[in-house]
């Protein structure tokens, strides 16, 4: 949406998701037009394939100048989803674990960003949160999906991602995370 179409390399389309073969696919858009303010939600409905091994990067917002700099971002790491925000200099994140019967299955992963207020849910459960005491603005970012252009490769498959310049309520949660399960046929 809002004009942000990406360039896929290697991840092959299917009737409603993009593959990804974690050895060399991704997505990826320089100069995404929106910005990250103090508040956002980014909503990915995902099915991966591991946990383990290496870390897998799958939707990743960073300013131009490198990957140090301020970013939100969604990941497998540490045998979870390991959701980051930074402001270039602070970084924070919580891990949400994998179990193995959850592989291959559609999950619905969000994260919402207010007052400095970070939260996580997985389908329509809340799991955990933190305060920061930074902002991580986001502005001209680049969006990553799947992988960057060398590294970070996930393996499974991405359904939607939402990002929202704005916080959703727990009840706009649970709307779309319904949305999705008659959509998606989510378990």
């Given at each position: 949406g809002t004009g942000n179409n990406v360039t896929v390399s290697g991840a092959t389309w299917y009737h409603n998701y993009l593959s990804f073969d974690g050895t060399n696919d991704y997505a990826y858009r320089t100069n995404a037009i929106y910005n990250i303010t103090n508040e956002y939600t980014l909503e990915i409905l995902v099915a991966p394939?591991?946990?383990?091994?290496?870390?897998?990067?799958?939707?990743?917002?960073?300013?131009?100048?490198?990957?140090?700099?301020?970013?939100?971002?969604?990941?497998?790491?540490?045998?979870?989803?390991?959701?980051?925000?930074?402001?270039?200099?602070?970084?924070?994140?919580?891990?949400?674990?994998?179990?193995?019967?959850?592989?291959n299955k559609k999950q619905l992963v969000s994260s919402v960003l207010k007052e400095r207020n970070f939260k996580v849910y997985n389908n329509d459960v809340y799991y955990q949160e933190l305060n920061v005491d930074y902002d991580p603005k986001i502005s001209k970012s680049s969006i990553y999906i799947g992988g960057a252009s060398t590294e970070y490769y996930f393996e499974g498959e991405i359904y939607s991602i939402r990002v929202y310049n704005k916080a959703l309520t727990e009840d706009e949660l649970l709307h779309n995370y319904n949305y999705d399960k008659e959509k998606f046929n989510l378990e």
């Open positions: 394939k591991r946990n383990t091994g290496t870390y897998q990067l799958v939707f990743n917002t960073v300013n131009h100048g490198g990957w140090d700099q301020r970013f939100v971002s969604t990941d497998i790491a540490d045998g979870g989803f390991a959701y980051f925000i930074s402001d270039g200099t602070n970084s924070s994140h919580i891990t949400k674990p994998i179990l193995d019967e959850e592989l």
